[in-house]
Structures are given as C-alpha cells and as structure tokens.
C-alpha cells in the first residue's frame, strides 16, 4: 500500500472516494490494521483508493485533519471529508464504513 507524502495527498483529493490510513511505525494496532487494509484495498480497488500517511513524516496533514491517535482513517468523497473512524476494526467493519460513505 503506498505512502504519500502531502503533495501526493492533495493530487489523490481529484479522485472520486479516497480512505487515508494515518498510522505510526511504531504503533501495534497499526501494524494489525495493515493486512486488513492491504486486503480491502484490493476487493475494492474499483470503488475506492486506500493510501496512507505517516504521521511522523508528514505532521502538517495530521494537524490540517486533528488526527489525534492511531490509527485514524479518514475517507474523502470528491475531495471532501465525509467520515473518520479509529482504531483496528475487523474487515468486514471496515469494508462496511467505506460502502456507507461511497
């Protein structure tokens, strides 16, 4: 799953639905989160695109987005926020939450 940096991010926002995972290197539950992810990105490749952000790296978009714990996922529609959710959740949850806001 690719990592982008804040220029990367601001050309993603031209895409129709995006979910950004905003994780840490050294968090736990973000290490278990990314298989999950890995695996909804690729049974929903068609629907929407999954990236994520270092908040390490790229602090300025953890701040722009009052991301205050990882993980975060935050989905945009349009290049809008529509939603936030924290925390590790199971696929099917997670599969669930980005149906919701397509």
Do not use: H
């Amino acid at each position: 799953m690719k990592i982008v940096n804040t220029q990367e991010f601001n050309e993603l926002m031209n895409e129709k639905a995006v979910l950004v995972d905003f994780f840490a290197t050294w968090c736990g539950p973000c290490k278990m989160l990314s298989p999950v992810l890995e695996g909804v990105a690729e049974k929903m490749k068609d629907k929407v695109t999954i990236v994520k952000v270092d908040v390490d790296r790229s602090p300025d978009l953890a701040a722009k987005f009052g991301v205050m714990s990882v993980p975060t996922m935050i989905m945009f529609k349009n290049g809008r926020q529509v939603d936030a959710f924290s925390g590790y959740m199971p696929e099917a949850n997670l599969m669930a939450n980005i149906e919701r806001n397509l």
